[in-house]
């Protein structure tokens, strides 16, 4: 079986990932590979984060590795938080970040944000990107206790709840995550 690193420790990702992939490649975490350091994310873009991590496992472990980074894009903020998402306060603390996004976003009518995922994989010395992209409207209470990070704000076009009211399973079929990752495997696949 070929081996492939997913640049994360995010248990449930690779679980994600794992149980879409079967057994045509032999899915390795960080922790797998014994890579303990914080890998650099200097860009100021999902694409380039994604192509950073994904370059770094290649170059300092030689083993073919596909990297994610997402974020939340509010169309009246110039798509802000976007990829400072997870520190949008300057903490990573997910309630500071909500309100402080609510409050710049409370004087603008458009309400519009998508979270969009993107996924780097290099593999074989070449380079591929793949989308995933969910469309929908920030509200301004917090609704439902499931998820994580801006889900109890955000409901997807065609839905009347939150991604925090959502069940996992129903989240995850329909994700920016489970889009770009549906991508990369077809592209596996091939
Ligand atoms: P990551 O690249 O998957 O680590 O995501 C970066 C940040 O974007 C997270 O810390 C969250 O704040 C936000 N984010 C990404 N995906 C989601 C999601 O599915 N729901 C809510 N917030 C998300």
């Known amino acids: 079986m070929r081996k492939l690193v997913f640049a994360t420790n ?51 472990f030689g083993l073919n590795c596909f990297a994610d980074d997402s974020g939340l894009e509010v169309e009246a903020l110039n798509n802000e938080p976007g990829v400072y998402s997870a520190r949008y306060s300057g903490s990573r603390d ?25 996924i780097s994989l290099h593999m074989d010395g070449a380079n591929y990107l793949f989308e995933g992209i969910v469309e929908g409207v920030i509200i301004d209470e917090l609704k439902g206790d499931g998820g994580f990070g801006y889900d109890p704000i955000f409901i997807p076009n065609g839905y009347d709840k939150t991604f925090a009211q959502m069940t996992p399973d129903e989240k995850n079929s329909i994700s920016h995550r489970a889009i770009a990752v549906s991508k990369l495997v077809d592209f596996l696949g091939q």
């Open 10 to 60: 995010n248990p449930n990702k690779i679980q994600e990932v794992n149980s879409i992939l079967g057994d045509r490649f032999e899915l390795l975490s960080l922790e797998d590979i014994q890579c303990f350091e914080d890998i650099p994310e200097d860009w100021d873009t999902l694409e380039e984060n994604a192509r950073q991590k994904s370059d770094y496992v290649v170059e300092h």
């Open 94 to 118: 997910m309630d500071r970040n909500i309100q402080l996004l609510l409050e710049n976003l409370k004087d603008h009518s458009n309400k519009k944000a998508r979270f969009r995922t993107v």
